[in-house]
């Protein structure tokens, strides 16, 4: 089955860093682009940026370059999302998609499962 | 970055009605758009793909049309697992963008 698996919940107070995973089985884990996708209490749905597994190239949205970090380790088929100061408006469910891409189509087919991420003092 | 407008925002139907949800882009997107279904505390899933092709395994009561800038996504007959949130996403340019969301009430 191919699926993509993140981390669990996290309570933080605002300064303090994380990472987050999330860990693809089922397929082979280079061949497909990984995004990340904030979705804030109630709200709908941002992406954040993407990365290559295959060489780890990035890019971001402009509304999140700056203020997140996303990188992958191709061996062990895990992409993350990290913060190095984490700030109250920081505080959203947060997915990884896959990306499945052809000539004529583009979409997100996979998804995780969402880790929520609360940041409070 | 392309801004993605779904109308309307909510929306009650009964079940077996035939429902209709808009999906506007601010610049062409060509075909590059999709729709996902969004259960209450679940993830996104992927419903239409390129406008109007069927991901495998969604029910064919969901179909998609358009090209540009104007998009529907319709539900023939409604079900009562279709209760949710439906979002559009172009994946024409970066950033990718999503509509606000319609919310479907049975």
């Known amino acids: 089955e191919v699926q993509l698996v993140q981390s669990g919940a996290e309570v933080k107070k605002p300064g303090e860093s994380l990472r987050i995973s999330c860990k693809g089985s089922?397929?082979?884990?280079?061949?497909?682009?990984l995004s990340w996708v904030r979705q804030m209490p109630g709200k709908g749905l941002q992406c954040m940026g993407r990365?290559?597994?295959?060489?780890?190239?990035?890019d971001y949205s402009p509304s999140f370059q700056g203020h997140v970090t996303i990188s992958a380790d191709k061996s062990i088929s895990t992409a993350y999302l990290q913060w190095s100061s984490l700030k109250a408006s920081d505080t959203a469910i947060y997915y990884c998609a896959r990306r499945r891409y052809t000539s004529t189509s583009d979409a997100f087919d996979i998804w995780g499962q969402g880790t929520m991420v609360t940041v409070s003092s | 970055d392309i801004q993605m407008t779904q109308s309307p925002s909510s929306l009650s139907a009964s079940v077996g009605d035939r429902v209709t949800i808009t999906c506007r882009a601010s610049q062409t997107v060509s075909n590059y758009l999709n729709w996902y279904q969004q259960k209450p505390g679940k993830a996104p899933n992927l419903l239409i793909f390129a406008a109007s092709s069927l991901e495998g395994g969604v029910p064919s009561r969901f179909s998609g049309s358009g090209s540009g800038t104007e998009f529907t996504l319709t539900i023939s007959s409604l079900q009562p697992e279709d209760f949710a949130t439906y979002f559009c996403q172009q994946s024409y340019s970066i950033p990718r963008t999503f509509g606000q969301g319609t919310k479907l009430e049975i």
């Open positions: 089922g397929y082979t884990f280079a061949n497909y682009w």
């Open positions: 990365i290559d597994p295959s060489d780890s190239y990035t």
